[in-house]
């Protein structure tokens, strides 16, 4: 199994530029989230889905969009990027919401806003 | 609001010897669950071990343990017998509801051989 593929793993833009991280999970997990990782900070989350069709925000939404169409895909949406966007983005899935599931994290993706 | 407070940003360790990383967190959830994840240069995301907060026992994995003390509010990490592949950056992290986790802000472990 592939796990949590994010893709891709480094990417620079140009302020307002839009840009989709994309994120897929092949173990049918049910839950998925993004999280950020800025320096001496842990990471935060953004938005998350407990299922297909189903998302809402997290601690730091602004800017961000996403979307669940699929079980498989959790896609990251900048609509005009910043530079106080620029940071490290895990994508994590989960069997359920249940809190007490671990989590399974994608590699990263390193993004720059020039 | 939940809080997890890292104190140590940096810790170092001898090979083959024992170190303790500290985590406090704030709630008023009853229940809930507390993780630690290793972060190597890697960039992964490594789960270590998990404690549910109902359970009294503190959870063990090989040479991690922790030492959790609910009405303190303290979950700590204990890594024996270190070695150099443990050498990483140490998230601790709270989860409830949605499994929507909530992270320290890191403990940077140096393993010196």
């Given at each position: 199994n592939a796990g949590v593929t994010q893709t891709p793993k480094f990417q620079v833009l140009k302020t307002g530029q839009s840009m989709t991280l994309q994120c897929a999970q092949d173990?049918?997990?049910?839950y998925m989230s993004w999280y950020r990782q800025d320096p001496g900070m842990g990471l935060r989350l953004i938005h998350y889905s407990v299922g297909a069709g189903i998302t809402d925000q997290g601690e730091v939404p602004n800017g961000y969009n996403v979307s669940r169409s699929t079980t498989e895909d959790f896609p990251l949406r900048l609509l005009s990027a910043a530079p106080s966007q620029t940071s490290v983005y895990f994508c994590a899935s989960s069997y359920?919401?249940?809190?007490?599931q671990p989590q399974h994290f994608g590699d990263g993706t390193r993004l720059s806003i020039l | 609001a939940q809080t997890v407070t890292q104190s140590q940003p940096e810790m170092s360790v001898q090979e083959a010897e024992t170190v303790t990383l500290s985590c406090t967190y704030d709630t008023s959830e009853s229940d809930y669950y507390l993780f630690w994840y290793k972060q190597p240069p890697s960039r992964q995301m490594i789960l270590v071990i998990r404690q549910e907060a109902y359970k009294q026992q503190n959870a063990t994995e090989n040479r991690f343990s922790v030492n959790f003390q609910k009405a303190a509010k303290s979950f700590s990490l204990k890594i024996s017998?270190?070695?150099?592949?443990?050498a990483a950056m140490y998230f601790c992290a709270y989860s409830t509801g949605a499994n929507n986790l909530f992270f320290g802000t890191g403990t940077r472990l140096t393993v010196i051989p």
């Open positions: 173990m049918n997990h049910e359920s919401s249940g809190f007490n | 017998d270190s070695q150099l592949g443990d």
